[in-house]
Structures are given as C-alpha cells and as structure tokens.
Nanobody
Framework: QVQLVESGGGLVQAGGSLRLSCAAS????????MGWYRQAPGKQRELVAN???????NYADSVKGRFTIFRDNAKNTVYLQMNSLKPEDTAAYYC????????????????WGQGTQVSVSS
C-alpha cells in the first residue's frame, strides 16, 4: 500500500516563503501526475500545481511566478516551493497522486495525503 505524507506547513508573514514536501512511501515513485491542492475554509478544494511523469508542470493562475513544483526521485518526494506568500494563500494544502505505482507493481489511483496547514499573516 502507498501513502503520501506531507510536511512543511506553518505560519509565515506575507512576503515570506515556505516549502511543502510530499513523500511517497511504499512506492517506487512511478506516477502519472502528482499535485498540490488547497482548501480554504468555506471554499472548494482547488488545484495549485501539478507535475506529470514527463516533468511538465501546470499552475493555477493565482500562484504563477510565485510557486514552483518539483520532484526528487532519489527521495520519492514532490515539493512545492512557495515564495511571496499572500494572506489569500492561507489554506490546508493536500498532496495528491493521480496514479501511483506501489512496490508490488500495483497502481493506486487518486491517493491523498493528510494535509498540512499554511497560514499567512498580513
């Protein structure tokens, strides 16, 4: 069984930076796409950024130029580097794998992490 474990959230002042990590355990880190979503209180969960197996990336308009998603295959980890943070970035951030291959060769679809809170003060 595979599992996604997020870390790196916290409280930061506007203009600051945070780096979120999403470690895939139980996986040989073969995936179709992995991404970061966020959900603010009273709002729907939205895609922030994703990275596909070919390395191509996609970003929400609201974070373009400020956030960067990248992977470290040696560590089975996807990161979200967040710079120039704004109060409107405050949300719970969730890591997602569209499809992730386990060590036994089984593919697991739509895997979610437990979430990590990011709070940006003005």
């Amino acid at each position: 069984q595979v599992q996604l474990v997020e870390s790196g959230g916290g409280l930061v002042q506007a203009g600051g930076s945070l780096r979120l990590s999403c470690a895939a355990s139980g996986s040989i880190f073969s995936f179709t796409a992995m991404g970061w979503y966020r959900q603010a209180p009273g709002k729907q969960r939205e895609l922030v950024a994703n990275i596909r197996s070919d390395g191509s990336t996609n970003y929400a308009d609201s974070v373009k130029g400020r956030f960067t998603i990248f992977r470290d295959n040696a560590k089975n980890t996807v990161y979200l580097q967040m710079n120039s943070l704004k109060p409107e970035d405050t949300a719970a951030y969730y890591c997602n794998a569209e499809a992730l291959r386990g060590r036994g060769g089984i593919w697991y679809n739509n895997v979610w992490g437990q979430g990590t809170q990011v709070s940006v003060s003005s």
